[in-house]
């Protein structure tokens, strides 16, 4: 049934996936490592075959086999779809509404307005800082080097993902694409990218700095306040 669903080139183009997946741990793993090269070779026969008789039989035979070793996806020793974005997903759990996840807090639809009380800027410093604060923590676990497997699972096998590994790569993308607010850098083009360490305490500077300026604003509302300075 499985082979109505995918074509044959597809099927091999996810055999030549695992076999990539495998190589990448299959010197401490030997059971990576014998399916890595059992996978190859047959992929591999199917090359050298004599006759389209021949080649139609082995390429049978090997998708039967990829299909089968994929049906048991999840005890397979791979980096496989959303691994690498457990952190992001339990992050983003955090933020949704219901029980759909929200591509961005609700109150990013709202704009920053001018404000007649001190009150109404701080809470207007709170909302916009948040923005800030989601975007960089994002920012911060959401990188090129991190996505660029997932996405490969995306463009090269996607029909072979469910809906919510396809729905939700698809989301990640669209998040780091996402432009939050005008002035946020853009830290996987930012020249401090290739040093991961300066790249990280940047973020945290950004975050601290975010933080503070609540705090300072809190305590010279405090300092006015008749209750507590009266004069």
């Given at each position: 049934m499985?082979?109505?669903?995918?074509?044959e080139e597809e099927?091999?183009?996810?055999g030549e996936?695992l076999v990539?997946?495998?190589n990448?741990?299959?010197?401490?793993?030997?059971?990576?490592?014998?399916m890595s090269?059992y996978?190859?070779?047959l992929?591999?026969?199917?090359?050298?075959?004599?006759?389209?008789?021949?080649?139609?039989?082995l390429?049978?035979?090997?998708c039967?086999?990829?299909?089968?070793?994929?049906?048991?996806?999840e005890?397979?020793p791979?980096?496989?779809?959303l691994?690498?974005?457990?952190?992001i997903i339990?992050?983003?759990q955090?933020?949704?509404?219901e029980?759909?996840?929200?591509?961005?807090?609700r109150?990013?639809?709202?704009?920053?307005?001018?404000?007649?009380?001190?009150?109404?800027s701080?809470?207007?410093?709170v909302?916009?800082?948040s923005?800030?604060?989601?975007?960089?923590?994002i920012?911060m676990n959401l990188?090129?080097?991190?996505?660029?497997k997932?996405?490969?699972?995306l463009?090269?096998?996607?029909n072979?993902l469910?809906?919510?590994?396809?729905?939700?790569?698809?989301?990640i993308d669209?998040?780091?694409?996402?432009d939050?607010?005008?002035g946020?850098?853009?830290?996987?083009?930012?020249?401090?990218?290739?040093?991961n360490?300066?790249?990280?305490?940047f973020?945290?500077?950004?975050?601290?700095?975010?933080i503070?300026n609540q705090?300072n604003?809190?305590l010279?509302?405090?300092?006015?306040?008749?209750?507590?300075n009266p004069k």
């Open positions: 499985a082979q109505l669903k995918h074509s099927i091999i183009k996810l996936k990539r997946e495998l990448l741990i299959h010197s401490t793993n030997t059971l990576a490592r014998w090269h996978l190859a070779e992929i591999q026969n199917i090359d050298k075959a004599e006759s389209k008789e021949e080649k139609k039989v390429q049978q035979e090997c039967d086999i990829i299909l089968k070793i994929w049906s048991k996806k005890s397979l791979i980096t496989k779809p691994d690498n974005l457990k952190p339990e992050m983003l955090v933020l949704k509404e029980k759909e996840i929200s591509i961005l807090p109150w990013l639809e709202y704009n920053s307005l001018p404000r007649d009380n001190e009150w109404a701080f809470v207007d410093l909302k916009n800082n923005e800030k604060i989601f975007s960089k923590v920012q990188h090129k080097d991190l996505l660029s997932d996405q490969e699972w463009k090269e096998n996607k072979f469910n809906e919510q590994e396809i729905n939700f790569l698809q989301f669209v998040l780091n694409d996402y939050f607010n005008s946020v850098v853009d830290l996987n083009n930012f020249e401090i990218s290739n040093d360490s300066k790249r990280i305490n973020i945290f500077d950004e975050i601290e700095n975010l503070d705090k604003l809190l010279e509302i405090k300092s006015k306040h008749p209750l507590i």
